[in-house]
């Protein structure tokens, strides 16, 4: 059984910095993609940043020089390092992963397992 506990979030001052985390656990020992998504209230879910098991990463231009999207393999956890954190970054924060090659898709269809969510407050 796939799960993905995602931890971390909070609230935070404009300017400051979160680190998230999301561990797996029963992932297929491929894993092609893995990535952080997020959804504010009456908006779709979009893509964040998605990284591959090769390391190549995307970013949304939104969060691009701001935020980092990284894994320990060993640990089986994906991270995003949240910085410079802006108002319009508060959303809900859901881990989720692909046991198939994604192409660094923004697109929530392609991946199969997602995490329960952890909220990110950002006030002014």
């Known amino acids: 059984q796939v799960q993905l506990v995602e931890s971390g979030g909070g609230s935070v001052q404009a300017g400051g910095s979160l680190r998230l985390s999301c561990a797996a656990s029963?992932?297929?020992?491929?894993?092609?993609?893995m990535g952080w998504f997020r959804q504010a209230p009456g908006k779709e879910r979009g893509g964040v940043a998605v990284?591959?098991?090769?390391?190549?990463?995307r970013y949304a231009d939104s969060v691009k020089g701001r935020f980092t999207i990284s894994q320990d393999n060993a640990k089986n956890t994906l991270y995003l390092q949240m910085n410079s954190l802006k108002p319009e970054d508060t959303a809900m924060y859901y881990c989720?992963?692909?046991?198939?090659?994604?192409?660094?898709?923004?697109?929530?269809?392609?991946?199969?397992?997602w995490g329960q969510g952890s909220q990110v407050t950002v006030s002014s």
């Open positions: 990284i591959d098991s090769g390391g190549y990463t």
């Open positions: 029963g992932l297929p020992y491929r894993r092609y993609c």
């Open positions: 989720a992963a692909s046991p198939v090659a994604c192409y660094l898709s923004f697109n929530a269809n392609a991946y199969n397992y």
